[in-house]
């Protein structure tokens, strides 16, 4: 059964993409294949070339860090799978202790990973080297962080950030950060991100584009809203006084979501972010749209399931005259 579930995966999957398509699984019991079926992500990259895709497998066993040294597409199933409805028939994350991006790794993309160490704790997204056009998108994880590094034409996107995204640790430009719940700050050092539509619980920095958001007032002066004329359309909890740009001012914290504290760190729900019926932030986007991580051009898909198709259903009946009858159910975000 596990067998044809993986090979079904692969025919939903590769009508989808044109590069070579591999799978890393640690699962006990799974048949590994030269060159295309691997038991660790080091050896599937190896065996990669540039511009092909990795798929990993759902696994309760954590697979270790993923070390990125050339441009390829790396694929996990997403996060929270049994918190919220219209998820994956496996209800396992592909989870990874963290991620580095290296030299050669530029235009890469990673979607649908869980970051988090062996320790229980959610780890980091880390730039040992200058990257330009990489996206992270519908991926869990603590921070973006780097060493002296520049980070440019990228993409954060539909991701669930418990840390920061913060300009000491890496230098951002022409970016965007889009449709991501940020428990942290966002702080980049280029006056040409565009950061919209996301949940920031830490404040800002307000040196790039920023509308569209939910942005609770930090006390740090370096983090004050701005009345920027770059800073409009936003949200801000906790402000007082008279906005500017067609920004709102609110103190009122129990009604912005439907859950009057959203973040249950212990037991995170992606979920409790959904607007409050008579929530401040309806209708104040650009345009007249909502405010927050569930609008926009790209809304934040609960689980952070990646848009490709997926098994949503199996159900497997009775024998009868030699045949299994089967029943798949597949969908694509």
Known sequence: MKKFLLLLFLLVTVSQLQATIRRVNNNPGVTLVANLVFANFTNAINAAAAGDTIYIEPSAINYGGLFINKRVVVIGPGYLLSKNPNTPFDKRSATVSNISFSTNSGSSKVYGLE?????????NISFSNSGSEINIEYCIFNEIV??????????????????????????????????????????????DNIIRNNIIFGGADYTSIYYNNIIYQNGTPALTFSSNINVYNNVCVGCTGTPANNNFFTTATNTIFVVAEPRTFDNLEDDNFVLHASSPAKARGVGGIDCGVFAGTRPYILSGIPPFPMITAFTQGAPSGGNIPITISIKRN
């Open 146 to 191: 780097g060493s002296s590094t520049f980070l440019n034409n990228a993409v954060i996107a539909n991701c669930f950030i418990v840390g920061n995204i913060n300009q000491s640790n890496i230098s951002m430009t022409n970016s965007l950060i889009s449709n991501n719940i940020i428990f942290g700050s966002v702080q980049t050092s280029g006056n």
């Open 115 to 123: 970051v988090k160490g062996v320790n229980g704790n959610f780890d």
